[in-house]
T-cell receptor, first 115, second 111 residues
Framework: EAGVAQSPRYKIIEKRQSVAFWCNPI?????LYWYQQILGQGPKLLIQ????????DSQLPKDRFSAERLKGVDSTLKIQPAKLEDSAVYLC?????????????FGAGSRLTVL | LAKTTQPISMDSYEGQEVNITCSHN???????ITWYQQFPSQGPRFIIQ???TKVTNEVASLFIPADRKSSTLSLPRVSLSDTAVYYC????????????FGSGTRLLVRP
């Protein structure tokens, strides 16, 4: 079974520039998550999709972050404009459905450095 | 919102058994307990999941007491490659099924 694909793996940008990250979940997984992981901390949930609908985006800084999953499969997370504090690894995960019994499968992450 | 508490770090030696305990005092009736392992530059990886009593798979065991307010991940005979961060998660069915990671436990296995 193919895993969760993310790209790019690494991105370096200047502050105030924009960046986009792409995620392709495991085939058949209805739920998709974006997490932000700052060095030395646990992953922080940014947004959670069920098919193409948003289940939770309460931790997403909506003034600069946006995410979509238009066809209920792959997803894009965008940051515009980027700030220094956005430097982190952006992890995408997917699971078969909602619910605490579901197991998340993570991608390798996209490491963002904002200069 | 269920919240978990784990030790920040643990040290062990190769060949020893390691037990990492997680507290989740506010766990709800429908919540499961799931443990993930994360190596540097990788996403977290599922280790084991349970609801009550004991669960064992090829890599670990999970012990959950009757009150379910804590759980213990047991790694038998650790090796250097088990050096990683371990996260305990409690599924929160009352909050849009959000899966919230804590700070995790950094396990260092020494030769």
């Amino acid at each position: 079974e193919a895993g969760v694909a993310q790209s790019p793996r690494y991105k370096i940008i200047e502050k105030r520039q924009s960046v986009a990250f792409w995620c392709n979940p495991i085939s058949g997984h209805a739920t998709l998550y974006w997490y932000q992981q700052i060095l030395g901390q646990g992953p922080k949930l940014l947004i959670q999709f069920q098919n193409n609908g948003v289940v939770d985006d309460s931790q997403l800084p909506k003034d600069r972050f946006s995410a979509e999953r238009l066809k209920g499969v792959d997803s894009t997370l965008k940051i515009q404009p980027a700030k220094l504090e956005d430097s982190a690894v952006y992890l995408c995960a997917s699971s078969f459905s909602l619910g605490g019994a579901n197991v998340l499968t993570f991608g390798a992450g996209s490491r963002l450095t904002v200069l | 919102l269920a919240k978990t508490t784990q030790p920040i770090s643990m040290d062990s030696y190769e060949g020893q058994e390691v037990n990492i305990t997680c507290s989740h005092n506010n766990i709800a009736t429908n919540d499961y307990i799931t443990w993930y392992q994360q190596f540097p530059s990788q996403g977290p990886r599922f280790i084991i999941q349970g609801y009550k009593t004991k669960v064992t798979n090829e890599v670990a065991s999970l012990f959950i007491p009757a009150d379910r307010k804590s759980s213990t991940l047991s790694l038998p005979r650790v090796s250097l490659s088990d050096t990683a961060v371990y996260y305990c998660l409690v599924g929160d069915v009352d909050s849009s099924y959000k899966l919230i990671f804590g700070s995790g436990t950094r396990l260092l296995v020494r030769p």
